[in-house]
């Protein structure tokens, strides 16, 4: 069974984009058919795969606003296995544009559908608001939200927020919508803030933050500037190690889950 999960939090930069990109890199790199979703105006994760985003004509703006298939925007990586659904700057204007469109929160939703049952694995990166992309993702997140939550001062702020928006959407929009995992990023271990974070928000989460973290580690973002996912500019690398741990805890609860035995997050 295909699995949709939303890579979202309104807050920028605690690492939605590079949760996506490298969890997507090692999911397909052990044998699962994944598709990316780019719903970022800012298009970092279509550029994270060495896209430049102003080379994309055709992009997620298309499908959610116009008579465009999920086929006519897909860009294949023969050599990782990977699609990706790209974003190009036009996308911004959907966040207004969306606004008088019928049903305009189902509209990627409705877009996946003829072409999710041909992947494991859908992943959706969403931008940093809670607005129509955000609602757009959540809706179509059939299995649930990852949030990354970066292990700095103030990470719990706005997680509130967010868990609102959750079940909000899980009572409108996409029935039993829920939060599928925490991934704590950028941990430092030489530092005392880290540590506590990850103390609080496990005491904030409790069950549902993924055991692996990921470390602070400039591979990971240096990574993007060559077009690479980690698994293939520095696979060991701390991070790319760490994602990997991650890619395996996230196919592990999967399959328990597929097999209903008891498992968490
Ligand atoms: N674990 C990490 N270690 C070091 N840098 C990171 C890590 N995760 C993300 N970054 C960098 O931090 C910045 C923000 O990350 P990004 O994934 O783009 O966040 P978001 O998508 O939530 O805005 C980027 O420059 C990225 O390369
Ligand atoms: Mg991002």
Redesign the pocket.
């Known amino acids: 069974m295909t699995k949709i999960y939303a ?1 979202a ?1 309104q ?10 990109i490298n969890l997507g890199a090692y999911l397909a790199a052990s044998g699962r058919k994944v598709l990316v979703v780019d719903m ?1 105006p800012q298009a ?1 994760a279509t550029s994270g795969f060495g896209f430049r985003k102003d080379d994309i004509r055709i992009s997620t703006y298309n499908l959610l606003l116009e008579q465009v298939t999920a086929n006519m925007v897909m860009v294949t990586y023969e050599a990782w296995g990977l699609t990706l659904l790209p974003a190009n700057p036009a996308l911004a204007g959907a966040e207004v544009e969306l606004v008088n469109v019928i049903a305009r929160e189902y509209r990627l939703k409705a877009a996946l559908e003829s072409v999710a049952n041909d992947f494991d694995y859908v992943l959706i ?1 969403c931008p ?1 608001s809670l607005g129509l992309l955000t609602l757009n993702a959540l809706t179509a997140a059939r299995d649930g939200v990852l949030i ?1 939550v970066q292990c700095e001062y103030l990470a719990l702020e706005g997680l509130s927020q967010l868990v609102q928006t959750i079940q909000l959407v899980a009572r409108h929009l996409n029935a039993g919508l829920r939060v599928r995992g925490v991934i704590l ?3 430092d271990a030489r530092t005392n803030l880290s540590r506590q974070v990850v103390e609080e928000v496990r005491a904030h989460f409790p069950g549902q933050v993924f055991r692996a973290i ?5 591979r ?2 240096e ?2 500037s060559f077009g690479q996912p980690i698994n293939q500019y520095a696979p060991t690398s701390p ?1 790319g190690l ?1 994602y990997q741990l991650l890619a395996a805890e996230l196919i592990k609860n999967d399959n328990a889950k597929a097999n209903g035995s008891g498992q968490k997050g």
Request: charged fraction near 15%; proline fraction near 13%; glycine fraction near 12%.
């Open positions: 890579f939090n807050k920028g930069g605690v690492g939605k984009t590079t949760s996506v970022d970092n990166d940093p990354p990023t950028m941990y990921i470390p602070r580690n400039v990971l973002s990574a993007p991070g760490a």
